[in-house]
């Protein structure tokens, strides 16, 4: 089931045959272009067959005029050690996310973890250790950028400056620990931005009990790099508030599968009338109370294209270029140089939509058809969402 390998695939890797390409660029999400080829499962070039070498390649995959799109990528979850989740006591959840498209996945912090220390040197030692873990053990082949270290009262410009030293370049969703003012949590995503590690900060009511409200003043006080699950995780701020958020600040706008779902197309709606949709990231929150989300951000994606009336095309750049671009990632758009991360999906067998991308406006699913991380095929046919119309073949190689 899942695998330890870190590397990427060795030699050549050609995609041809492509149907539609989505770019996951939010300024152009539709690129007239059928091949994509990667050396070492990096993207060295796309085009049309003519206009790139083809040759010599070690593995060949026809997309049978499939859609493909840079891997998804989860901007929110909360995993703890290897592809087991204590929250709910799952095993396999994240090979079963691969299963949904999703190919990277950003710690919030690894709070679900039995006897999580809270002590200032416990907290940065789980830190250093769930970003060293999941740096060298990739379940499924799905990366997760681990190492989410959850604020608390006490910690001082030092402890940033160690933080980063030692590899570590998030910070868990602020107002889970007992850092929960507005002036608090400014100073200290102050100092993480200063050693170049990136902050969230929950929004909205207590996620269970024991943790808190954080409501907009302190979001805006705080001016974290993301506004994490703006639709709340799970209760949402005023619809008001969440308007206010989008338009006072101008950080990137988190919308999340486990939060208020209509107030995550209020979300939506109120950054596509700002004109700031590069704004807009998704992400899961899984695992949670209300569990794991294997389709979590397909399900997003169908979401927000078919009730925020924003064309398909571009709520999947949510979950790939503009995620990838808001994180400073290798991923999520087809660029030369970037890793050959990729969904091929197509419509659902009997979706009213007569295109994949109708279907999603319509609100169905896309069928996943292959997963490839770096240039590996990680999964074929899905074995979670509903089977598409077609599928991808490997013509050569493949591992
Ligand atoms: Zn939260």
Redesign the pocket.
């Given at each position: 089931m899942a695998t330890s390998e870190t590397q990427g695939a060795k030699g050549k890797t050609v995609v041809r045959n492509i149907g539609l390409l989505l770019s996951g660029d939010l300024d152009r999400p539709i690129l007239d272009d059928d091949t994509i080829i990667a050396v070492d499962g990096r993207i060295v070039a796309f085009g049309k067959p003519g206009d790139v070498d083809a040759e010599g390649a070690d593995t060949v995959i026809d997309a049978r005029g499939t859609t493909v799109c840079p891997g998804l990528i989860d901007s929110h979850v909360h995993p703890v050690f290897g592809d087991w989740t204590p929250r709910q006591n799952q095993l396999g959840w994240i090979d079963s996310t691969l299963n949904g498209g999703v190919t990277t996945m950003i710690s919030?912090g690894e709070v679900h973890l039995p006897g999580r220390p809270k002590d200032i040197v416990g907290l940065k030692a789980l830190a250093i250790t769930a970003q060293r873990a999941f740096e060298n053990f990739k379940p499924g082949g799905v990366k997760i950028l681990a190492g989410a270290p959850i604020l608390e009262k006490g910690m001082v410009e030092s402890d940033f400056k160690e933080l980063a030293e030692s590899g570590v370049k998030l910070l868990g969703?602020i107002?889970?620990g007992s850092v929960r003012a507005g002036a608090e949590a400014r100073q200290m995503v102050a100092w993480a931005r200063r050693y170049g590690i990136q902050s969230t900060i929950?929004t909205g009511g207590p996620?269970i009990p024991g943790s808190g409200l954080i409501d907009k003043d302190t979001v805006l006080e705080a001016d974290a790099d993301v506004i994490?699950?703006i639709n709340g995780?799970h209760t949402a701020l005023p619809q008001q508030q969440v308007c206010e958020l989008c338009e006072r600040s101008s950080r990137a706008i988190e919308i999340v599968h486990n939060g208020n779902e209509k107030v995550g197309i209020t979300a939506a709606r109120a950054a596509k009338d700002l004109r700031c949709l590069h704004r807009v990231i998704l992400g899961t929150?899984g695992p949670a109370g209300s569990g794991v989300q294997p389709l979590g951000i397909l399900r997003m994606v169908a979401l927000l294209s078919s009730l925020a009336d924003i064309p398909a095309e571009q709520v999947f750049c949510f979950a790939t270029g503009n995620t990838a671009r808001v994180r400073g990632l290798d991923c999520g758009l087809i660029q030369i140089g970037r890793a050959m991360d990729l969904v091929f999906m197509d419509r659902a067998q009997h979706t009213a939509g007569k295109t994949l991308l109708e279907s999603v406006a319509l609100g169905d699913i896309p069928g996943v058809g292959m997963v490839i991380i770096d240039g590996i095929v990680r999964c074929q046919r899905s074995r979670n969402t509903p089977p598409a119309a077609e599928i991808p073949a490997i013509l050569k190689g493949g591992h």
């Open positions: 919030a969703e107002g889970l929950h996620s994490g699950h995780g929150d």
